[in-house]
T-cell receptor, first 107, second 111 residues
Framework: RKEVEQDPGPFNVPEGATVAFNCTYS??????FFWYRQDCRKEPKLLMS???SGNEDGRFTAQLNRASQYISLLIRDSKLSDSATYLC????????FGDGTTLTVKP | NAGVTQTPKFRVLKTGQSMTLLCAQD?????MYWYRQDPGMGLRLIHY???????AKGEVPDGYNVSRLKKQNFLLGLESAAPSQTSVYFC??????????FGDGTRLSIL
């Protein structure tokens, strides 16, 4: 079993839709959690950190459930420019990346 | 502020040739990482370093060597390149439990 698991998708949604991604992790000692965005053939870029209390950044909301060991990312009012692969990252002494979930937002 | 800089950005090698990829960071980060990413796949950790003078193996270390002689630099070496090492290589750095910062990547083709 992988340390960090994501549904690879792809998720194909129309503009304006709300879409949610989940990510599960196996190491209960994990301390820090992040969502990254990766565009085709580009480097991953930090989208947002994930805090226990949940946090929001514009149309993006991240949540952490330590008891069930998963993190989630909610994107509201999807834009064409949101099309990308979204990677979850779990950090204990080292960082472990999920393989990513691909999102395509269509007109 | 350059962040994480990788050189070269592109390279084509013949099977059996050797080369070194350079990663430089100007953020005084302790941790540095080398990943490879094949088409349609996730990142796979090759080697990493938790500080100057230290290195450790990641998920796919075979065929690669690394050195961290200076805190700001992390070198990835291919001693005898093989076609299976054709990939995009990303370097990243971070401090503590902070998020990783990535370089632009090196696109390596081995013929």
């Amino acid at each position: 079993r992988k340390e960090v698991e994501q549904d690879p998708g792809p998720f194909n949604v129309p503009e304006g839709a709300t879409v949610a991604f989940n990510c599960t992790y196996s190491n209960s000692a994990s301390q820090s959690f992040f969502w990254y965005r990766q565009d085709c053939r580009k480097e991953p870029k930090l989208l947002m950190s994930v805090y226990s209390s949940g946090n929001e950044d514009g149309r993006f909301t991240a949540q952490l459930n330590r008891a069930s060991q998963y993190i989630s990312l909610l994107i509201r009012d999807s834009k064409l420019s949101d099309s990308a692969t979204y990677l979850c990252v779990v950090t204990e002494s080292k960082s472990t990346f999920g393989d990513g979930t691909t999102l395509t937002v269509k007109p | 502020n350059a962040g994480v800089t990788q050189t070269p950005k592109f390279r084509v090698l013949k099977t059996g040739q050797s080369m070194t990829l350079l990663c430089a960071q100007d953020m005084n980060h302790e941790y540095m990482y080398w990943y490879r990413q094949d088409p349609g796949m996730g990142l796979r950790l090759i080697h990493y370093s938790v500080g100057e003078g230290t290195t450790a193996k990641g998920e796919v270390p075979d065929g690669y060597n690394v050195s961290r002689l200076k805190k700001q630099n992390f070198l990835l070496g291919l001693e005898s390149a093989a076609p299976s090492q054709t990939s995009v290589y990303f370097c990243a750095s971070k401090d503590g439990n902070q998020p990783q910062h990535f370089g632009d990547g090196t696109r390596l083709s081995i013929l």
